[in-house]
């Protein structure tokens, strides 16, 4: 088992920053894929950014440029730094850890809420 605990949401102007942290504990096997999605209300789980236990990063296109994620792999952490947010990116904000036997774990969630 694992589990992963987010830290970092809260409520953000349009245009400012915001660190998401996500601690993972338990049964962590590298390699592994840790990152972000978000669901904001109404809509889907949706990817926000990944990055695997080698430093690959995968990014949504609304993410690129803007949302850099990063890992501290002797702390079993990743970041998401949200620069430049927007209204749009409202949501809840969950940390995942995928294994490569193919087990898939989540956290519980952070809410972001950007003012406009």
């Known amino acids: 088992q694992v589990q992963l605990v987010e830290s970092g949401g809260g409520l953000v102007q349009s245009g400012g920053s915001l660190t998401l942290s996500c601690a993972a504990s338990?049964?962590?096997?590298?390699?592994?894929?840790m990152g972000w999605y978000r669901q904001a209300p109404g809509k889907q789980r949706e990817l926000a950014a990944t990055?695997?236990?080698?430093?690959?990063?995968n990014y949504a296109d609304s993410a690129k440029g803007r949302f850099p994620v990063s890992r501290d792999n002797a702390k079993n952490m990743v970041f998401l730094r949200m620069n430049s947010v927007k209204p749009e990116d409202t949501a809840v904000y969950y940390c995942n850890m995928r294994r490569t036997d193919g087990l898939n774990y989540w956290g519980q969630g952070t809410q972001v809420t950007v003012s406009s």
């Open positions: 338990g049964s962590i096997f590298r390699p592994n894929v």
């Open positions: 990055m695997t236990s080698g430093g690959t990063a």
